[in-house]
């Protein structure tokens, strides 16, 4: 088993090295930019193109595997049995149209509904985050340790704007009892923080892709990964995620109970 991960992380360092080349190229073309969900959701012809070769990339390597992802080209999957990819091409889209900066591609993948290996790209910085629970986690090859676990009032969060706008789940009151608020649009540069101890909690509405890499590299490093009961997520479903240092999440899940 540890062979297997060794074998996908090389796959995976090498499929998103591939990338980060292609998307900083692509980075200042001209795009076709459309909307999906809504005026904020956008999707380029680039997250497509990404898409295609990422997926056609996977299928040629392990043709046995399912593969979730976000623009259409991969499997309608709905069981996790066996080796499951999910992927996404270009994670904070709107950085990536606007800014030029802080977006990412990730692909996680999972062995029987367990977190196997994943990893992640920060584009524009060319730092890839990579590695699973039998291999440990590297950036760009160099081993990271766990990071501390630090208590919400001395730590910066990171919640989706809308959530803390409307204050669901009585995210304005963990605001109040952090370091402050850091919203960055981009939900592989948030995990990228808090594998390193940047910021010690994300909460946000997630999408299976959006999610994926980021559990398996955080939960490798003794990071918690809930959903707002405070149960294990189910990575075929999109849900509110809560992710952060052992004690911000057992202190978040009592700010949210004390939100019914
Ligand atoms: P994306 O760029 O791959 O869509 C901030 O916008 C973060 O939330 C990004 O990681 C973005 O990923 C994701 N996101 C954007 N729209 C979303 C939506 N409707 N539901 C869930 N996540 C979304
Ligand atoms: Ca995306």
Redesign the pocket.
Known sequence: MKEKSQEIDRFLVDLLTRVGEDLRKDVTKHKQVDT???P???VTNF?KSTEKMIVTTIKKQYPNATIVS?EGFGDDVKSMDGLVFFV?P???????VKCHES?ASMIGVYLDGKPFVAAIIDVMQKKIFHGGPEIGVFQNGKKLSQPDDIELKDGLVVI?GPMVLKNYLNTQEVVHKSSGLRV?????V?FKHVMTGKEVLYM????P??LAAGRVLCETLGLKVVGVDGEPVNMLK?QVVIVGTQKVVSEVLQTVKNSN
């Open positions: 999906k969900s809504g904020n959701d956008l997250d976000e996404d270009i994670d904070g889209t709107m950085n990536f977006f989706s960055l649009g981009c939900a592989g948030v946000s509405y997630l999408r892709w959006d999109s």
